[in-house]
Nanobody
Framework: QVQLVESGGGLVQAGGSLRLSCAAS????????MGWHRQAPGKQREWVAT??????TYSDSVKGRFTISRDNAKNTVYLQMNSLKPEDTAVYYC??????????????WGQGTQVTVSS
């Protein structure tokens, strides 16, 4: 009933930029925190960025290079990634804390989108 769909991943050269989008749809009453995590092969999933209202937070590894934003009217969160490095290569997952029309808060995850940064 509720789903998050990411888009914008792809292959980019080091130093380049990508903009990821994640749109939530379904029986949604409200959305609180939205964010991004990433997972490289053989590694644990790591937190990247979070936005709650107008407050944003970032991991040290992406601070100053990535920007998280949201469009509440579209239930969409974005991740603008600049100055990309090969170590940014990972599957990126969005998430959102959603209050359903039927009631209750629940954290939802997108299916992931691959970002590959070549040297």
């Amino acid at each position: 009933q509720v789903q998050l769909v990411e888009s914008g991943g792809g292959l980019v050269q080091a130093g380049g930029s990508l903009r990821l989008s994640c749109a939530a749809s379904g029986s949604i009453s409200s959305i609180n925190t939205m964010g991004w995590h990433r997972q490289a092969p053989g590694k644990q999933r790591e937190w990247v960025a979070t936005i709650t209202g107008g407050i944003t937070t970032y991991s040290d590894s992406v601070k100053g290079r990535f920007t998280i934003s949201r469009d509440n009217a579209k239930n969409t969160v974005y991740l603008q990634m600049n100055s990309l490095k090969p170590e940014d290569t990972a599957v990126y997952y969005c998430n959102a804390d959603i209050y359903r029309v039927s009631g209750g808060w629940r954290k939802y995850w997108g299916q992931g989108t691959q970002v590959t940064v070549s040297s």
